[in-house]
């Protein structure tokens, strides 16, 4: 099977949304916090813009491009093992070795290019190129540049050692709200074990379900991803959720292929007869299916346009949701981080199932962005925590012939502050766009070799 290139373009879009997210981190919420609140929100005078509504609001929507993440993970892992289990036609050796072969790289993948930029990054701050002050005297150990080199580089250890630990981040490992091991250079990289882990689920989930019957496999998938949602484990419930998508994909296919499934398990002639027929039934009801995806895609583009963290903070146009959450979720962050997930599930079935949603994740640009979309995630905070405040200041003084006063006061010259930020921002995107391109060639096929030489090794 070859790359589902809309799911490439799609992750690359996510990734993007997440760089520009960030950057307004640590700046001040009075200048840029409305970025992240609803056109709803009080106080009135400050929102209430255009940037504050869906689906432009998506643009700065962040967090939920987290949680799109996962699934998109969870459906471009599942999707060839599931071709490789139902191509073995009894084979079962191939398909045993390629979810092998697929678990032992998954390390390497997540874990290798992040390690590599944790030492960069702590290595620019030691050598005093972080153009940036620490938001207190506690934050990453209370480190300075160009003192006590031995201490940086036990931080950088003490992160990655933390970074390994997939069973349990101080209180919620899949949340983010308090969380000590946030206060770094690499605040980013908290997705990382939480990617492992939900990978480590799908592998045992799909060795678990491989030769089940189609309808059983499916519905237990399904009551799996909705008790993950029940309890308030988003992450696992968008993982889930992304191989249960998988399935519908390479079921679709199998029919469209030769218009019957050929599937190796006896079993399933049943459900092949199940499919065919629902496949020429929805021909006679395209109408319905139209509408039924496009009430997917809105209602999944209006959850991932949810602004808040916490669900004190629930915008007024999401507070019906209130009163249908889990009596499981007992976090803070649970009811916004699972509809969110939810969104990012509706907005994914619309996009697989329609091929003219499908068309601009297929563009050459967009594709160029899937490409680096991993590397872009690891280093934009990099680029800004070097680049940012130097252009912005320059900006600036060119514009105005004075030194930065800072945020809160440059925000009263509209004009001045809008080109310095606007020139910052495209500055470093341009700069994160090459470095990523360059990472991607360098970094990240330098650990996939690595980790095809690991598993050569072990296996032999």
């Not at 390629?98 to 990054?121: D, Q």
């Amino acid at each position: 099977m070859g790359r589902v290139l809309w799911l490439d373009g799609l992750r690359g879009v996510a990734s993007a949304i997440v760089a520009v997210y960030h950057f307004k981190t640590y700046e001040p919420k009075a200048v840029f916090g409305f970025l992240a609140s609803s056109y709803w929100d009080d106080p009135r005078e400050e929102n209430r813009r255009l940037l504050q509504l869906p689906p432009v609001r998506l643009l700065f929507s962040g967090a939920s491009m987290v949680t799109l993440f996962m699934v998109i993970s969870g459906y471009a892992i599942s999707l060839p093992l599931l071709k490789s289990r139902d191509d073995t036609l009894g084979a079962n050796s191939a398909f045993f070795r390629r979810l092998s072969s697929a678990s032992t790289r998954r390390i390497f993948r997540i874990y290798l290019p992040s390690i590599a930029i944790l030492f960069i990054t702590q290595l620019l701050y030691f050598l005093n190129l972080c153009q940036w002050e620490p938001p207190n005297d506690d934050y990453i150990w209370g480190l300075r540049p160009l003192s006590k080199p031995w201490s940086h580089l036990l931080y950088v250890l003490w992160s990655t050692i933390h970074l390994l630990d997939i069973s349990n981040h101080r209180p919620d490992m899949n949340f983010v709200k308090n969380r000590s091991d946030m206060a770094t250079l690499n605040y980013q990289l908290w997705t990382m074990p939480v990617e492992f882990r939900g990978s480590c689920v799908l592998y045992l989930l799909i060795l678990t379900f491989s030769f089940w019957r189609m309808q059983t496999r499916r519905f237990v998938l399904a009551t799996v991803f909705m008790y993950w949602f029940y309890v308030g484990q988003w992450d696992l419930f968008a993982f889930v959720a992304g191989a249960f998508l998988a399935e519908g994909h390479v079921v679709l296919e199998l029919v469209e292929a030769d218009g019957e499934l050929e599937l190796p398990v006896e079993q399933h002639k049943s459900w092949n007869r199940i499919a065919k027929t629902f496949l020429q039934k929805s021909k006679s009801m395209e109408c319905f299916r139209q509408l039924q995806i496009a009430a997917c895609f809105i209602s999944g583009i209006y959850l991932l346009c949810m602004c808040h963290v916490t669900v004190e903070e629930t915008s007024p146009e999401y507070k019906f949701l209130l009163s249908i959450q889990s009596p499981g979720w007992d976090h803070p962050e649970m009811f916004s981080r699972c509809w969110r997930s939810v969104g990012a599930i509706l907005t994914i079935y619309a996009i697989s199932q329609s091929t003219v949603l499908q068309k601009p994740f297929d563009s050459r640009l967009v594709q160029f962005l899937g490409r680096i979309s991993f590397p872009l995630y690891l280093v934009h905070p990099t680029v800004y925590l070097v680049i940012k405040q130097p252009v912005r200041n320059i900006l600036w003084y060119i514009i105005t012939q004075s030194s930065y006063p800072g945020t809160i006061e440059a925000s009263q010259d509209g004009l001045a502050f809008g080109v310095a930020w606007a020139g910052a921002l495209m500055t470093s995107l341009v700069l994160m766009v090459f470095i990523s391109d360059l990472w991607e060639r360098f970094i990240d096929m330098n650990c996939l070799a690595l980790a095809r030489k690991f598993e050569k090794w072990v296996t032999k």
